[in-house]
């Protein structure tokens, strides 16, 4: 029988405002356990919640980027449930009434390839706190320094059929959210986690099978292990005669494997109710367009641009516009040395390079674009070849300077004197009496590939400076005079 994966997300997106959503609280990452907890997020009898209205606008800006409904009537929720990182006993959300209803994204596949995932709608809502095990034996800490942290959760229609098209959805909203700043899309501390209900059906079949949900995968690879290992689960329990169970289940990375955490519960399990504590939030058309009026370029409409402008292809122009901050740069970079093609090749080879060796992100780059953009400049003016270019990129990084200055200091300016040329040229040929035997001895057709010993002997003494157009045309005319 054929299977069919049916797949929906939750995307969890922390909206990146100074304090919590209801409090005044600071919601910064990394502080000591219950440092960041005021009396609003430890549930205090008396206490009141205010609604964050930075948490709103940022809200508002992500319906409008992806062309959803704006819920001008939204109202809070209260979610009922019982977990020790839940002081209050619900959780503050957002279930008839939404702020952002229905849109759509579009994603492109693999094979170029184009779909459209819908977006059922997108609410905030406070984040939990976080339950410590490790330094507590046989007990349980409670850190509720994430407690009221505002979150906009993002729920997809189930239109993602399989594990690539559910990481590339994600990838999608993890590019427009950041390109908003709403998020700092920072997947290692949770910024930008999601769950993901996963049910298999037999192909053709309309009725969607009993879903499992994996909670809380914060890594776009661990998403696409997750749903994979998940979808053949489910395949195998059923055709082994079982039955899949509607709960909620844990990924474990080291195992690769997914494993019962608790039952699933429905929307009436929680027994929500309008929040007594929060009043309705009415906004007009007066806030929507002025909120409509702060959108950044996109990156579907920037990887256009790049293409029209900068005459990028496809996949250059993916990447690049992909995250605002490396957009920005390349732009930068672009516009100063006069050449996209050079710049897209440096920012997704040496940059991109660089960055993954150091586990660093475009933002925290030390090198400033001006100085890229100079080394490229000294490429073109064939003030260096290619090759120094990477030993002077190299420097800049280590912070020795910008180009002209490492240059300078090193002694680095490309060899384009056709006399000293011909003196190493002459020199190599001297030292290598075999190979130009076997060079002379060669058909025509077979020497241009022989060529490239000469070259590598050539550039190798001349300390990798020489000028390599210049010296393929004066060794290939030396050889040949001995032919």
Wanted: with cysteine; aromatic share 8%.
């Amino acid at each position: 029988m054929q299977w069919e994966a049916v797949i929906g997300l939750e995307i969890h997106t922390q909206l990146a405002t100074q304090s919590k959503i209801f409090s005044g609280a600071s919601i910064a990452f990394g502080a000591e356990p219950n440092t960041q907890a005021c009396a609003i997020d430890l549930a205090l009898p008396g206490t009141l919640p205010v609604l964050n209205e930075e948490a709103l606008r940022m809200a508002v800006k992500f319906g409008l980027a992806i062309g959803a409904e704006i819920g001008k009537k939204s109202v809070f929720a209260r979610k009922n449930y019982f977990y020790p990182d839940l002081p209050k006993g619900y959780q503050t959300s957002q279930f008839e009434f939404p702020i952002v209803g229905k849109g759509e994204v579009e994603i492109e596949l693999e094979d170029g390839s184009r779909k459209v995932i819908g977006v059922t709608r997108a609410h905030m809502e406070e984040d939990a706190g976080k339950s410590l095990h490790e330094d507590f034996q046989g007990m349980t800490g409670i850190d509720l320094n994430r407690a009221g942290t505002p979150l906009l959760e993002i729920v997809s229609e189930p239109d993602l059929r399989s594990a690539k098209e559910a990481v590339a959805y994600l990838k999608k909203i993890h590019a427009i959210v950041t390109n908003l700043g709403i998020c700092d899309g920072n997947m290692a501390e949770g910024s930008f986690r999601c769950d993901a209900n996963v049910s298999v059906r037999p192909k053709g079949q309309e009725k969607f099978g009993t879903r499992a949900e994996i909670k809380n995968v914060n890594s776009f690879r661990f998403v696409e292990k997750a749903i994979q290992y998940e979808i053949e689960r489910q395949i195998d329990l059923i055709e082994d005669g079982g039955e899949v169970v509607q709960e909620t289940r844990l990924y474990d990375a080291d195992k690769n494997e997914t494993r019962s955490m608790r039952s699933k519960e429905e929307a009436n399990d929680y027994r929500y109710f309008p929040c007594p504590d929060l009043l309705p939030i009415i906004i007009d058309d007066v806030y929507i367009d002025a909120v409509r009026q702060t959108l950044p370029e996109l990156p579907d409409s920037r990887k256009a641009r790049f293409m029209e402008q900068y005459g990028l292809n496809d996949y250059d122009a993916s990447n690049l516009s992909a995250y605002r901050d490396q957009a920005d740069y390349f732009e930068a970079v672009a516009k100063v040395c006069g050449d996209a093609k050079q710049a897209a090749n440096w920012m997704l080879g040496e940059v991109a390079k660089y960055l993954n060796q150091n586990s660093l992100e475009i933002a925290q780059i030390p090198v400033p674009a001006a100085n890229l953009a100079q080394l490229i400049q000294r490429v073109l003016d064939d003030t260096i070849n290619s090759k120094i270019a990477k030993q002077v990129w190299d420097a800049m990084w280590n912070g020795e300077g910008d180009a002209d200055t490492i240059i300078a200091a090193k002694g680095l300016k490309q060899e384009t004197d056709t006399g000293a040329l011909e003196q190493v040229i002459d020199d190599v040929i001297a030292k290598c009496t075999p190979q130009v035997e076997q060079y002379v001895a060669a058909e025509p057709d077979k020497r241009g590939k022989m060529l490239g010993f000469f070259m590598g002997q050539v550039m190798k003494a001349s300390g990798g400076k020489a000028n390599p157009g210049q010296v393929t045309g004066l060794l290939k005319s030396k050889l040949d005079k001995l032919c």
